[in-house]
């Protein structure tokens, strides 16, 4: 009497299947949910925009500044700052751009304000073809160059 029916198997199959299933779709559903574009950054004329995390511990909400993301007059991201729960900056990235609004460097900060790193980037019109990153010496620990081909 210890044996099971094979029907049972196929049911507990089918089951971990739609679970699986639902959660695919879940996400890719939100993996593909755009975020503010641009455009509508600089139509709404937005400077800065702040995540808030809200947790519930306990029965009662918690609530902290997860992010801060500012942003230029032409609506592209100029710095972004991410905070742990305590509210202490975790990280804190600095966005430099050309005159033709391509990113040439990004600068990490540490929580005191001293930079980190910086990754700066190189261009052949509009094909980015070097990225270099340099640590808080301003020595050069990696880099990488982009080669083109025409077909």
Known sequence: MGKKLPYVKTIHTLA???KILTLLVLFTVTANLPAQSKKKIKEADIQVKITWRID???GKEVKYKEKE????????ICEVKDY?????IKSDVKYIYSSDGQIIK???LDKNGNVEQTIEYSYSGKLKTEKKIT???GKVI???VYEY???
Do not use: C, L, Q
Request: no cysteine; net charge positive.
């Open 16 to 18: 971990n299947m739609r």
């Open 56 to 58: 519930y511990v306990g």
């Open 69 to 76: 993301e500012y942003f230029n007059p032409n609506g592209k």
């Open 84 to 88: 742990d729960a305590s509210g202490v």
């Open 106 to 108: 990004e600068i990490s």
């Open 135 to 137: 640590n808080s010496e």
């Open 142 to 144: 990696s880099k990488k």
């Open 149 to 151: 081909r025409k077909r």
